[in-house]
């Protein structure tokens, strides 16, 4: 049979996942590294991190450093919080909403996201003090909360079963927050300006530093963590709210929190790297074939092929074009799009 | 009294689906439920879990109010068994039994060689040993309710709200899954649609229009009258003579 119903280790065992997982995650970020569209002698990134990290001195050409240390290595690290976050924010949202096609692009999210990051950057709304993560949460926030009702009103709430409202819901509320989006864009934006913010909406991660490091890493961590202690209540929700709650989970707590926190983490990938769809719904099913549905394992494998996957669709997009960055958004959909209509042949069940 | 519910009552905007329901359960005892559909047993069963907050009224769990229990601890003391609840996750039956121990476990609070041994036992008592392995989604309509019952039973709770656990049972198990809840130490209310069932539970409610109309002793609750009156059939009582045991023969009311 499959992994999903072998024997039961106990979490004991199982420690050496965390390691494993932790080296794994520390391999993709080192890759992501070591490729671009310079080549760079694997030698020279290493010594470049040992110069960084552990004060030695070699000495080197300070563009390679610079491209190695300033480029490269923050990109890598925000393309993996970012594609670890997007594939959180989609697991969860699958799980509580118990849809296989939730996700934090689907339902509007990443659209409000970027109505709100937009209004901040360009329409100047908040006068400077709202930073623009701030007005993607807001506008992430905004955006869930309406889709939410309109699929309520349409019969299909948050806790109701079998619901195609809420993806209905969504892409009326992904239509409206882009088209805001682009009012917002043509009335206030510059030529200039336009152009900018339209390569962002797409997904882009070439202008990455390190100030973005410190934004996006904590965020996904706090996302990770929020999932890992949450994941038997994420296992709880397979037969329903109303199951979950008399299984003892606090259901609307869990979900205030837990979609809470799922707007927060895709607002903030939003407002870093523009609006990356698909990663939050392919991955997580990606994971669920591999290592089956319990959040135990489903949460770390999730959140680990996202990781890589983002890393791999960011180098690619470097490197694919020679002199030339295409958006990652349009590397994610290339290969998300099959992917999604895999699992609408599919469904959900597996035999 | 471990289970008592006072002026209980829970309704949609103004129209009240249950009311006025006082009901004191023992410990130990299996009290069934009847009432024709839409008479409110799976709202009152509900309530009772704690699954809907009451419009009026409260319950009470060993003498203290439910309302102030956390989930957690009110899903250690009662396990309530849902009349429909599917899913479309690629679970097997071992995953959805094992949700049972959630009350039981905190992300601090890992799995154990005990759990696994309730989880067992679980499986054992209803009688799905071999189906451990096996996809939710190739289950049939009674095993899936005889999964619903292990989840329940893993749960270890002191009181088991079973709604219509019955409904898809073959014969044998039917019986099988009413003798194990007998003979269990725990308290139980089943929701109940067959009266011959009913008959052999220590006590049944009635349910009508929302309304606990009666409460008593199968004997003297389902009385020929009462059935006539709330479900609209007329019933003759016939006696097994072998053992002289009571059971419903059912006709339309002319
Ligand atoms: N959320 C709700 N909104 C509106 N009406 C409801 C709601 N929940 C229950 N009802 C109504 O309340 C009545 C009682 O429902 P309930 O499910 O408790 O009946 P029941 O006795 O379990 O019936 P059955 O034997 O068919 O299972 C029904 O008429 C139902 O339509
Ligand atoms: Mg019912």
């Given amino acids: 049979m499959t992994i999903a ?22 391999a993709t970020v080192f890759a992501g590294t070591c490729i671009g569209e310079t080549p760079i002698p694997l030698s020279i990134v290493v010594q470049t991190l040992a110069n960084k990290v552990l004060g030695a001195a070699y000495p080197l050409d300070p563009i ?37 096609l939730a996700d934090p692009y689907l339902l509007g999210i990443s659209a409000g996201a970027s109505t709100g990051a937009v209004t901040v ?18 506008g992430a926030l905004t955006a869930f909360l309406l889709v939410a009702l309109l699929a309520r009103a349409a019969g299909g709430g948050v806790s109701a079963r079998g619901t195609g409202q809420i993806i209905l ?69 397979a037969f329903g709210a109303e199951s ?30 523009g609006s990356i769809g698909f990663v939050g719904l392919v991955i997580p099913h990606a994971a669920r074939f591999v290592v089956g549905v319990r959040h135990g394992r489903l949460v770390p494998a999730t959140a680990l092929t996202g990781a890589a996957f983002l890393i ?35 469904g959900r069940r597996r035999p | 009294m471990i289970l008592q519910a006072r002026n209980l009552g829970w309704g949609v905007r103004r129209l009240p689906i249950v009311q006025g329901v006082d009901l004191a359960v023992r410990e130990g005892e299996t009290l069934g439920l009847v009432g024709p559909n ?59 039994v094992e949700l049972g121990r959630t009350p039981w476990l905190t992300p601090l609070q890992p799995w154990s060689d005990e759990d696994d041994r309730i989880v067992a036992g679980a499986l054992a008592d209803a009688d799905l040993r071999g189906f451990e392995s096996r996809f939710w989604a190739t289950l049939s309509g009674g095993e899936k309710q005889r999964v619903h019952l292990a989840r329940a039973l893993a749960q270890r709770p002191r009181i088991l709200l079973l709604d219509e656990p019955t409904n898809h049972l073959d014969v044998r198990h039917q019986l099988s899954m009413l003798d ?46 009462r059935i006539a009156e709330v479900f609209g059939v007329r019933a003759s009582i016939v006696v097994d003579p072998a053992d002289g045991t009571r059971i419903f023969r059912l006709d339309h009311l002319r």
């Fill in chain 1, 5 to 26: 119903t072998a024997g039961r280790p106990s979490v004991a065992r199982l420690w050496w996942r965390w390691p494993v997982g932790l080296a794994a995650m520390a």
């Fill in chain 1, 64 to 100: 390679d450093m610079g491209i190695i240390w300033n480029y490269r290595l923050p990109r890598a690290l925000v393309a993996a919080s970012c594609g670890a976050g997007l594939a959180l924010s989609g697991l969860v949202l699958q799980s509580l909403l118990r849809n296989a």
């Fill in chain 1, 121 to 138: 950057t360009i329409a100047g709304i908040g006068g400077g003090a709202v930073s623009m993560s701030l007005g993607a949460f807001a």
């Fill in chain 1, 169 to 237: 819901a969504g892409i009326a509320g992904s239509q409206l927050f882009n088209a805001l989006t682009s009012f917002i864009i043509t009335k206030s934006a510059n030529a200039e300006q336009a152009r900018g913010i339209m390569f962002w909406l797409l997904g882009n991660l070439s202008g990455v530093r390190w100030p973005d490091v410190t934004l996006a890493v904590p965020i996904a961590l706090t996302g990770l963590i929020a999932c890992v202690w949450c994941a038997r209540a994420l296992d709880a929700f």
């Fill in chain 1, 244 to 273: 979950a709650a008399s299984l003892g989970i606090p259901v609307r707590r869990v979900q205030i929190v837990l979609i809470g926190l799922t707007a927060l983490v895709t607002a903030v990938m939003v407002s870093i790297v």
């Fill in chain 1, 312 to 346: 791999a669709a960011d180098v690619l997009s470097r490197t694919m074009i020679p002199g030339q960055v295409l958006p990652i958004g349009v590397i994610t959909a290339l290969v998300g799009a099959p992917a999604f209509a895999l699992i609408l042949l599919r």
């Fill in chain 2, 38 to 96: 839409g008479s409110g047993k799976s709202t009152l069963l509900r309530l009772l879990a704690g699954i809907l907050k009451p419009t009026s009224g409260e319950v009470a769990v060993e003498g203290r109010p439910l309302s102030g229990l956390p989930r957690r601890l009110a899903a250690q003391k009662i396990a309530y068994l849902e009349q429909q609840a599917d899913t479309g996750e690629a679970i097997t039956v071992r995953d959805a």
């Fill in chain 2, 180 to 225: 194990l809840v007998a003979a269990l130490p725990v308290t139980s209310i089943i929701a109940l649609h067959d009266l011959n069932q009913a008959l052999t539970c220590d006590r049944v409610g009635v349910m009508a229009g929302g309304r606990l109309v009666a409460l008593g002793s199968p004997e003297e609750v389902l009385s020929v009258e």
